[in-house]
């Protein structure tokens, strides 16, 4: 099992943010990801929302960066470390904007790219933008299938249900052979989309004794990623024990990658929780990246 991190300061969720992290800036995320960079962490995070309506913020949070701003800014800052969107809402966007803006990120982060992708679920920000929100899941999978054929190419080529395309030059492209598509999401459906289109499933906001039960008897691919999270923030500095047993047992309901929330006070706290965390993937056989 390998372990990433939500990004802190990128997302100010109610349920998660901390204190700290509403004063904190793009000093702190960037000293934040380099020291993840240096321990060998496998990714970080980013989620995309346009604009988020005043009485859903309450409940959701208002603070949403921009994934390509915030991942091509810290591409610069880092050398090894991944970018993991979680997620693109594929709604949102023709499949070609998202090759070549984020073919462009992957190729000047040196090939570190992972898409995570998903069908979006707030239906007042796809009114907002013009978007689709009927019949949103069919869409998604066709703009996968095109992303599929699209990324990493040049001249790409697609023909589908809602999207079609021929003879366009898209450069830069994404230098990764196939760049990972990871499908966020909380039903089966979205396991089997990330079964039948993706390179991983990355499930949110359910119990691992649901998730081990979706995962049971599922043939999934070879190298397919399942990507859990821990059922709580960790603290690894502070409660050792309690760290060890939360990577094991995410680990234990099928996880292949972990992403971790950490508990912190400040952004230098969080730096010497990442060290530990370290240690901690270390003592329980984890890898990091």
């Given at each position: 099992?390998?372990?990433?991190?939500?990004?802190?300061?990128?997302?100010?969720?109610?349920?998660?943010?901390?204190?700290?992290?509403?004063?904190?800036?793009?000093?702190?995320?960037?000293?934040?990801?380099?020291?993840?960079?240096?321990?060998?962490?496998?990714?970080?995070?980013?989620?995309?929302?346009?604009?988020?309506?005043?009485?859903?913020?309450?409940?959701?949070?208002?603070?949403?960066?921009?994934?390509?701003?915030?991942?091509g800014y810290l591409a610069a800052r880092t050398r090894r470390i991944k970018f993991a969107t979680q997620v693109l809402v594929l709604g949102y966007h023709h499949p070609l904007d998202v090759a070549k803006r984020y073919g462009t990120l992957d190729a000047v982060s040196g090939g570190r790219l992972i898409l995570g992708v998903g069908v979006g679920s707030l239906k007042e920000e796809f009114e907002l933008i013009g978007a689709q929100f009927d019949g949103r899941g069919?869409?998604?999978?066709?703009?996968?299938?095109?992303?599929?054929?699209?990324?990493?190419?040049?001249?790409?080529?697609?023909?589908?249900?809602?999207?079609?395309?021929?003879?366009?030059?898209?450069?830069?492209?994404?230098?990764?052979?196939?760049?990972?598509?990871?499908?966020?999401?909380?039903?089966?459906?979205?396991?089997?989309?990330?079964?039948?289109?993706?390179?991983?499933?990355?499930?949110?906001?359910?119990?691992?004794?649901?998730?081990?039960?979706?995962?049971?008897?599922?043939?999934?691919?070879?190298?397919?990623?399942?990507?859990?999270?821990?059922?709580?923030?960790?603290?690894?500095?502070?409660?050792?024990?309690?760290?060890?047993?939360?990577?094991?047992?995410?680990?234990?309901?099928?996880?292949?990658?972990?992403?971790?929330?950490?508990?912190?006070?400040?952004?230098?706290?969080?730096?010497?929780?990442?060290?530990?965390?370290?240690?901690?993937?270390?003592?329980?056989?984890?890898?990091?990246?």
């Amino acid at each position: 099992m390998k372990i990433g991190i939500f990004s802190p300061v990128v997302v100010h969720h109610p349920a998660s943010a901390s204190a700290w992290e509403a004063e904190a800036g793009i000093a702190e995320l960037a000293d934040i990801a380099t020291e993840a960079d240096e321990l060998g962490f496998h990714h970080m995070t980013c989620s995309e929302h346009v604009a988020i309506p005043t009485d859903v913020a309450a409940e959701r949070g208002g603070t949403y960066w921009d994934p390509l701003a915030t991942f091509g800014y810290l591409a610069a800052r880092t050398r090894r470390i991944k970018f993991a969107t979680q997620v693109l809402v594929l709604g949102y966007h023709h499949p070609l904007d998202v090759a070549k803006r984020y073919g462009t990120l992957d190729a000047v982060s040196g090939g570190r790219l992972i898409l995570g992708v998903g069908v979006g679920s707030l239906k007042e920000e796809f009114e907002l933008i013009g978007a689709q929100f009927d019949g949103r899941g069919a869409v998604a999978d066709d703009a996968m299938r095109a992303l599929r054929a699209s990324l990493g190419r040049t001249a790409p080529s697609y023909s589908g249900a809602h999207f079609s395309y021929d003879d366009w030059i898209v450069s830069p492209a994404a230098v990764q052979e196939r760049v990972p598509m990871w499908v966020g999401g909380r039903t089966p459906r979205s396991l089997r989309r990330a079964v039948e289109l993706g390179d991983g499933w990355v499930p949110f906001g359910l119990p691992h004794s649901r998730l081990s039960q979706m995962l049971a008897g599922r043939e999934l691919p070879d190298g397919f990623e399942v990507v859990l999270s821990a059922e709580s923030a960790v603290d690894p500095v502070g409660d050792p024990d309690r760290c060890r047993a939360a990577l094991e047992a995410t680990r234990d309901a099928g996880a292949t990658i972990a992403t971790i929330n950490i508990a912190a006070r400040s952004a230098g706290h969080y730096r010497e929780q990442l060290t530990a965390l370290a240690e901690r993937a270390r003592e329980v056989g984890a890898q990091l990246g």
